[in-house]
């Protein structure tokens, strides 16, 4: 059959058109997804705040179009007399205890009391690394002392000044995770000779504990103008120990002072003798406020590819559009 001129043009126009279209690598902007691929990158997301994985991972899933809103965020505080088992009621209730830079965003985003004293699972660890050099590690990363259990055989061991001794080769996977996101290193005699009590607000990024502590510079400035405004106060108390230790690694979990304690001040220096009080987050689908998504069928779109694709092109153009129904 000898085809027409200008069906010949549509058609090779619309089979260059089809050459541009890249599957490997499917847009989620503009492309509304299948209901079951938005629920697996909602669960997904879900997963991933509930774990605590790190930015990157979430980053990724949003990018990939899982649906924050979708999203319901609880919180609650645990408090025991003994820090281990308030810790441990957080994670038996489903709770995943705010890390340090968590709860300073909950505190400037309103979500977090400012009048309560908050222990998180963020840790400073104080050791040699395995070449020898003296640091003091701000982890907000899982840890040794993330595990209940760990602090309470570290008090049965018998805790140093209040520190809870730790296993070398844990301490070592927390020197080799620096990022400066997530994870600080800092070389321990500046830590040691740097200054105590309260600073003022001016020169407290510079010390060499805040940034690290508040989990990097743009947080730390934002909870500092915050800080000042919450409490009427110029000056805030940074505290950390000598704890540099013959016997081995030592660590301590951190917290933040109230206005019972500390003015909000950063405590790098607590027992793990101490009473805790967590604030525990838990993320789960909001059922009824989930953004409804209405993809088109695989009908529909081969329907309208009947103007546009030509028929030489069309398998294949259904077989990629398939893939990316799955």
Not at 62 to 88: C, H, P, R, V, W
Not at 91 to 119: H, T
Not at 269 to 283: A, E, I, K
């Amino acid at each position: 059959m000898v085809q027409k001129t200008g069906e010949l043009k549509a058609g090779l126009e619309g089979a260059r058109k089809f050459e541009k279209l890249k599957f490997n690598k499917p847009k989620t902007e503009g492309i509304t997804l299948s209901p079951e691929k938005q629920k697996q990158l909602n669960n997904g997301l879900v997963d991933a705040l509930n774990k605590g994985n790190k930015d990157e991972e979430i980053e990724r899933l949003l990018k990939a179009g899982a649906d924050m809103s979708a999203i319901k965020q609880t919180t609650k505080e645990f408090y025991n007399e003994d820090i281990d088992k308030a810790l441990e009621d957080c994670q038996k209730e489903g709770f995943r205890a705010m890390s340090m830079p968590e709860l300073i965003d909950a505190r400037i985003n309103g979500k977090a009391n400012w009048d309560k004293l908050y222990f998180t699972p963020s840790i400073i660890a104080t050791g040699k690394t395995n070449e020898g050099k003296a640091v003091a590690v701000i982890a907000h990363v899982p840890n040794y002392f993330s595990n209940p259990a760990n602090i309470r055989k570290a008090k049965k061991e018998g805790l140093i000044n209040g520190a809870g001794r730790m296993p070398q080769e844990e301490f070592q996977k927390l020197v080799d995770a620096k990022d400066g996101k997530n994870v600080f290193v800092i070389n321990y005699n500046e830590l040691k000779n740097s200054k105590l009590d309260r600073i003022s607000i001016t020169e407290a990024l510079e010390h060499p504990e805040v940034i690290p502590f508040l989990g990097g510079k743009e947080r730390a400035e934002k909870y500092l103008a915050k800080f000042k405004e919450a409490y009427n106060k110029n000056s805030i108390g940074v505290w950390h120990e000598e704890d540099l230790s013959e016997k081995g690694p030592v660590g301590r979990l951190l917290y933040l002072g109230g206005y019972d304690v500390g003015y909000g001040g950063l405590f790098g220096d607590g027992s793990l003798n101490y009473d805790g009080r967590f604030l525990g987050v838990r993320f789960e689908i909001a059922e009824g406020e989930a953004k409804k998504t209405k993809a088109p069928s695989i009908d529909q779109i081969m329907e309208i590819a009947e103007n546009y694709v030509p028929t030489a092109a069309k398998a294949e153009f259904e077989e990629k559009i398939r893939e990316l129904y799955k």
